[in-house]
Each structure stands twice: as structure tokens, then as C-alpha cells.
């Protein structure tokens, strides 16, 4: 910076240079924080919810410092070239100077993109991540909004011993040595994160389906989370699972791809029944659940079918759509009772199997009894509804 020479020569002259650059400075300051202040109102009154409002409100401070920053340096450098024997102490210090200067704007930048970074995630969870039909964008910005602070701080901490002189090359080196070990050592969470990523990104798996897990648990979905999943079970219990198992198992959601499900009774009759009446029997007991329950979809048509001939009865099966899991076992129920009860009043006989238990003693030998016990499965045609 070049300065005239009665300023650099007179100590008066050079302090109210100064003096004079900083008040500049000062007041570059003010007029940014009162324009700042101005365009924020009217974008307000425009756009309440307006992602610029958000971002010059952030801008605005960090706007202010850079103006007094720049006056304070300049002002140093000024009274720096000053010869008079009273500015010797400061002689020579202008590089010094400069990597102060930079080492706090470098900061101040990281700060304030750290901080546009955060404003526009919030931004976008409150105003657009609300009213996406999925909740991927909702769980995913949460730990991206945590993260990129990190990162941009850790960027700067480099920028800053690479200005100060400090070979950053050596440490590049050492932190991709260093991250490989820790990744091997966190490789578990990493593998349940990733997991976690591909289930919300999916989107198969909300809070509120009733999940089976192939040879696992099953219940209520409370939580797909980034290190694992969390379903309620029948008897109320938490039970938490590592996403890494969630994907590599056979997961069934019965919520997919909607709640309804078919409740499928499987029963049967004696060779002897009349099948026509047997049809004509059970079409009415479904046809009238149907009607009656509000678990039952409706308009649907319940399904009948005879299914086999089997040892001892001729096999049906009848299956009726609910509206829900738990509706389910309700018609089930309703159903069973209501076979029961209308075959024993049609004379339509279920025969099942008798088991006859035939006990021998010992031969008196000295030995305790003994009880030879033969289990003979005897099918017996026996009438289990009249």
C-alpha cells in the first residue's frame, strides 16, 4: 500500500491516516449492517418463509466483521510504513500481519459457510422435507446437518497450518492411514449405517407396519434409524435390531404394499358330507361376516375352495379380506366359531383322529412297575359336530 510521503514522514500525519482509513472501515460497516437490515425486512414482508431471508440474515454479521477487519489491517499496515523512530516496534511485522489477516478471514469464512450450510438444510427440512410424501430427506438431513460443520472445520484447520508453515502433506498421509484403521475398527457401525441408508432410502419399511423377520422377530415397526431398526412385539417389548441384519435377512411386511390381508381358514369334512351343502354352508357364514364386520373390506367376495382329499376328511379352505393385521385374527376367530357352531346344526361331521393310550405292568420280577406305553392313532370317524 502505497502511502504520500508527508504521511509516512510526519507521525501526526500517519496516525490520522489511520485513524482516518479505520473510520472509513467503520462506517463501510454500519452501512452494510443497515442495508443488511433494510433488504431483510422487505424479503420478510414478501416471503415470510423465504430461503434468502434465512441466508442474508446469516451473511449479515459475518459481512460487518470482514468491513472491520479489512479497517484494522489496513490501519496496521499504514502505521507500519510510517519512519518515525516511535513506529520502529511495528517495522517489519507486515507479513506477520498478513498471516494473521488471513488466518481470520480464513476462519471467518469457514464459520459463515459452516453456517450457510446449516441454514439452508433447515430451510429445506422445515419448509420442503415437511411435505415430501417419504421421510428419507427428514432422517437424512439431521446427521448431515451435524457432519458438515465438522468437515468444513476440519478443511480449515488445514488451510490454517499450511498458512502458519506446518507441511500438511505429512498429516494428508497420516490421515488416510489413520482412517483406514478406524474404519476397520468401526466397521460394524458402518456397515449398520449404510444398511440404515438403504432402508430409508428405500422407503419399504414406515413406523406403524408389522414386520416378520425369516426365522426373527416380528411386530410393529417403532423406528427405522441409522444404526438399527426398532419394532414393538406382540407382548410390548422393544425389541432393537442392526440394520446390517435387517437387509440381509427375508424381511415380510404385511403393512405392504397396503395394510389389507387375507385371513385363510383351513378346515375339513367326512367323506360321507354332502360337498354342495358344505359350500352352500360356509359361502353364507362368510358372506354374512363380511356384511357385519367393519374389519372386512368392502365389496369383497370371500374365497372357497375344496383343497384335498386327506386321511380322514375331505380339505377346504376359505379366506376372507380385513382391513388390518389385527382385524385379522378378530374375523378368524368369528369364523371358527361360527363353522362350529352351523355344522353341528347341519349334521355335517369333522372327523378327527382318537388316541388310545394301552398301559402294561411288569412281569413281577422285583423291579419296580414299569408302564410300556404304545400310542395307537386310531382314526376314528367321530362325530365332532351335530
Given amino acids: 500500500m ?12 500517519g496516525t490520522l491516516y489511520a485513524a482516518g482509513v479505520m473510520a472509513a472501515a467503520l462506517t463501510i460497516a454500519a452501512v452494510i449492517q443497515l442495508v443488511f437490515v433494510a433488504v431483510v425486512r422487505n424479503r420478510r414482508r414478501a ?8 441466508m442474508l440474515q446469516t451473511v449479515k454479521g459475518p459481512a460487518v466483521l470482514f468491513a472491520v477487519i479489512m479497517g484494522l489491517f489496513l490501519a496496521y499496515l499504514t502505521l507500519a510504513q510510517i519512519t518515525h523512530p516511535a513506529f520502529e516496534v511495528i517495522h517489519g ?12 478471514i480464513i476462519i471467518e469464512f469457514s464459520y459463515l459457510g459452516s453456517h450457510l450450510i446449516q441454514t439452508m438444510m433447515t430451510w429445506y427440512l422445515h419448509n420442503v422435507a415437511a411435505k415430501t410424501a ?4 427428514d432422517k437424512l438431513i439431521p446427521p448431515l446437518r451435524r457432519l458438515a460443520p465438522l468437515i468444513v472445520y476440519s478443511i480449515t484447520s488445514l488451510l ?3 498458512v502458519v508453515g506446518i507441511a500438511i502433506t505429512p ?17 460394524p457401525t458402518l456397515s449398520n449405517f449404510f444398511a440404515g441408508t438403504y432402508l430409508i432410502s428405500e422407503g419399504e419399511l414406515n413406523e406403524g407396519d408389522y414386520i416378520e423377520l425369516d426365522k426373527g422377530p416380528a411386530g410393529f415397526v417403532v423406528e427405522v434409524g441409522w444404526r438399527s431398526t426398532k419394532i414393538r412385539n406382540r407382548i410390548n417389548n422393544l425389541v432393537i435390531i442392526p440394520n446390517s441384519k435387517m437387509v440381509d435377512t427375508i424381511v415380510t411386511n404385511t403393512f405392504s404394499p397396503t395394510p389389507a390381508m387375507n385371513v385363510v381358514i383351513t378346515c375339513g369334512v367326512s367323506y360321507e ?27 369383497s367376495e370371500p374365497f372357497f375352495a375344496f383343497r384335498a382329499f386327506g386321511d380322514s376328511n375331505i380339505d377346504f379352505i376359505v379366506s376372507i379380506t380385513c382391513t388390518s393385521r389385527a382385524g385379522s385374527f378378530i374375523v378368524g376367530s368369528e369364523l371358527i366359531k361360527r363353522i362350529h357352531k352351523r355344522f353341528r346344526e347341519e349334521g355335517i361331521e369333522i372327523n378327527y383322529p382318537v388316541r388310545k ?3 402294561a405292568e411288569s412281569n413281577g420280577s422285583g423291579h419296580d412297575n414299569l408302564l410300556e406305553q404304545a400310542i395307537i392313532e386310531n382314526e376314528q370317524s367321530s362325530q365332532a359336530t351335530r
Avoid: C
Fill in 2 to 13: 502505497m502511502l504520500p510521503d508527508y504521511v509516512v514522514e510526519s507521525p501526526l500525519w
Fill in 47 to 54: 416471503n415470510p418463509d423465504g430461503l434468502d431471508v434465512d
Fill in 93 to 104: 511485522r507486515e507479513a506477520w500481519a498478513k498471516n494473521v489477516w488471513l488466518i481470520i
Fill in 134 to 137: 417419504t421421510d428419507l430427506d
Fill in 160 to 162: 490454517v497450518l499450511d
Fill in 171 to 187: 498429516m494428508l498421509a497420516g490421515l488416510g492411514i489413520g482412517g483406514i484403521a478406524i474404519a476397520l475398527a468401526v466397521q
Fill in 273 to 299: 358330507s354332502d360337498l354342495e351343502q358344505v359350500e352352500s354352508v360356509v359361502q353364507r357364514i362368510s358372506d354374512d361376516i363380511v356384511e357385519e364386520f367393519e374389519f372386512t373390506v368392502t365389496g
Fill in 357 to 359: 393310550l394301552i398301559a
